[in-house]
């Protein structure tokens, strides 16, 4: 892999990805800091600035229940940023795990391993998701604040098969060069030649991966929430943000600010994201080249 | 060609069967039962109530029994509304959700070749920008977000279509479109690198040598070879629109499979989930199906057994 430091300048000389990456500073810095942002008027609820339009005061204008929406999408920041990276996280583990298992061993093990990935691409996935979601929803568990965890592994493993698909592929095709060769040769065992030498030139082909799969995290968390069976109340995130929007949508008084800022907020973190990944695969990639 | 089929169909039951078992299980550990919500009921109304289900039974006989009654089509009534079999309430849902799944697919994919083609034709000028952006937008962009952009511009600002419903013609446009988008987008952007592709081989340059034109090349010899891909992924696009749907029928309030589907989900209605799943999962194993044979059909070096 190439030093951080020729990618970096390689990344920031594209002024769309410097713009991509300045975003994602402010929106990760946000959600990580945010209990140092002055925000304790987040959740105060004041009827009589019910459904302002932006203004001085509220520069994002206000819900139904008189909130500022520009805190409450700083909020929802965290739980979407969570999710994204715990979900990524999931699928980096599970998918990493299972490609090098699959890709490192016996040819067989290989075709059967594989099989069992087909069997789970052919699952539509999302409708089990929502049925374990609605299993949790009202649980023990999620009393006692472990249902968003239980949710962000859920997210991630909807995602770990592509992840899984692109290691074995790679791990097949790097375990019979040369230097794995002359390893095997010196004696060295096959689990560390797997997890020493072919995992470390994985790196490239799973870091893009990776920047890739957040963005579709982010897309599932939103989805999720806006049907109702994903983050609940008082939590917010940026998926239940926009759940509250249709909820008052009606064509009397437009709130379309409600709409307009926590889709926005999303949709360029996701463009963003899905920037940075395709601009790091062109670097990364010696096939791109 | 009926290899493949024999094949493909041993392959969608097995799938259709692990999302029953998964499913079965997934909703037996769910703590509570559906009637948690009503009063505690006496010992003995719970028991009748539980016979009634057969939720007394040995869970490998609840499993074996539930099995039994969904392959010979009687998943008997739905927990939250008795009266109502199963299976008649989602055959009601099915004429709206196959009305709305089907022309947005074809809308997309009329739109989509259009974009592609016009893409490629025109590539790297400001069309082919403006297209590729749109693309991207359209693949990148939650469908609420979109969905609500357009209820915003063309049901609130301008007063052309009603924001929801589903009783006159008018108000199936927005969700067909909005539905639509994401296909278009997908297709676009697959079409155009295909005809790129594709026009930069011998066959193209022939043609034009011939005095085909440029747009004639394109239709004629490279959208055949460039439409492959775009096949290949029609069964994800279609799994991607069946989720769509969900939102799309929450938004505009569409009495489809999707809105019993989240009713379901929210209220605990086990029969009812577990039908619309697999429901879900049969008709996305045909569709995947009729995908691999039309590309049998466009590429004859995929009708070749391995």
């Known amino acids: 892999m190439k030093p951080l430091k020729t990618i970096l300048s390689a990344l920031f000389k594209d002024p769309f990805t410097f713009v991509a990456i300045l975003w994602l500073a402010i929106v990760t810095l946000t959600a990580l800091f945010l209990p140092l942002l002055p925000l304790e008027l987040s959740n105060q609820t004041d009827s009589t600035v019910a459904l302002n339009a932006p203004s001085q005061e509220h520069w994002f204008g206000t819900d139904a229940l008189g909130r500022d929406l520009f805190s409450r999408i700083l909020r929802g920041t965290r739980i979407s940023i969570a999710c994204g990276i715990a979900g990524a996280l999931t699928a980096l583990i599970l998918g990493v795990g299972y490609g090098l298992i699959s890709g490192g061993g016996s040819d067989r093990r290989d075709h059967w391993l594989m099989r069992l990935v087909d069997l789970v ?22 009393a006692s604040g472990g249902g968003l965890g239980v949710f962000f592994v859920i997210l991630g493993a909807v995602y770990w098969t592509p992840m899984a698909r692109i290691v074995r592929g790679e791990t097949r095709v790097l375990r019979h060069r040369e230097w794995a060769l002359a390893a095997t040769a010196l004696g060295v065992p096959q689990k560390r030649i797997l997890w020493r030498e072919v995992l470390p030139n994985l790196m490239p082909t799973i870091i893009v991966t990776v920047t890739l799969i957040v963005p579709r995290v982010l897309l599932f968390e939103a989805f999720l929430s806006f049907l109702g069976l994903g983050v609940q109340s008082p939590a917010v995130s940026w998926g239940t943000l926009a759940r509250d929007a249709f909820e008052v949508l009606n064509p009397v008084q437009t709130a379309w600010w409600l709409i307009l800022y926590p889709s926005v907020t999303l949709a360029s973190t996701l463009l963003a994201l899905n920037l940075l990944g395709d601009q790091l695969r062109k670097i990364l990639d010696p096939k791109q080249r | 060609m009926i290899q493949l089929i024999v094949r493909r169909s041993v392959a969608s039951l097995i799938t259709i069967w692990a999302v029953f078992t998964i499913s079965f299980f997934v909703i037996r550990s769910a703590p509570g039962g559906p009637f948690d919500a009503e009063r505690d009921p006496p010992e003995a109304v719970k028991a009748a109530i539980e016979a009634r289900y057969q939720l007394d039974a040995p869970l490998w006989q609840q499993y074996l029994n539930q099995g039994w009654s969904w392959l010979t089509l009687n998943p008997g009534p739905s927990l939250r509304q008795p009266d109502h079999d199963v299976a008649t309430i989602l055959a009601a849902g099915i004429p709206a959700s196959f009305l709305l799944g089907t022309l947005a697919l074809l809308l997309g994919i009329i739109l989509g070749t259009i974009l592609g083609v016009i893409a490629a034709w025109q590539q790297d000028r400001w069309p082919d920008r403006v297209i590729t952006l749109f693309a991207s937008m359209g693949i990148s962009l939650p469908l609420y977000v979109i969905a609500g952009l357009l ?34 987008a997908q297709v676009a952007r697959l079409l155009r690198s295909g005809l790129i592709e594709a026009s930069q081989e011998d066959y193209a340059r022939t043609a034009r040598s011939k005095g085909r034109g440029v747009v004639g090349t394109l239709l004629f010899h490279c959208l055949r070879p460039a439409s492959i891909p775009v096949t290949s992924t029609l069964g994800p696009t279609a799994a991607a629109m069946l989720t769509g749907s969900l939102v799309i029928e929450q938004i505009f309030a569409i009495p489809g499979v999707g809105m019993h ?37 466009l590429d004859p070096r995929a009708r070749v057994e391995e």
Do not use: K
């Not at chain 2, 924001?163 to 296909?183: D, F, H, K, N, Q």
């Open chain 1, 121 to 142: 691409d052919s699952i539509p996935l999302v409708f089990l998701v929502i049925l374990v979601a609605s299993v949790l929803r009202g649980s023990a568990l999620e």
């Open chain 2, 151 to 184: 209820i915003l511009l063309f049901a609130f600002h301008l007063p052309w279509l009603p924001p929801a419903g589903w009783t006159a013609a008018s108000s199936a446009v927005l969700p067909i479109i909005c539905l639509a988008l994401a296909p278009a």
């Open chain 2, 261 to 297: 589907f989240i009713q379901g989900a929210m209220n605990r209605d086990y029969p009812l989930v577990l039908g619309a799943v697999l429901l879900y999962t049969i008709l996305l194993q045909i569709l995947t199906l009729l995908g691999d044979l039309l590309m049998g059909w």
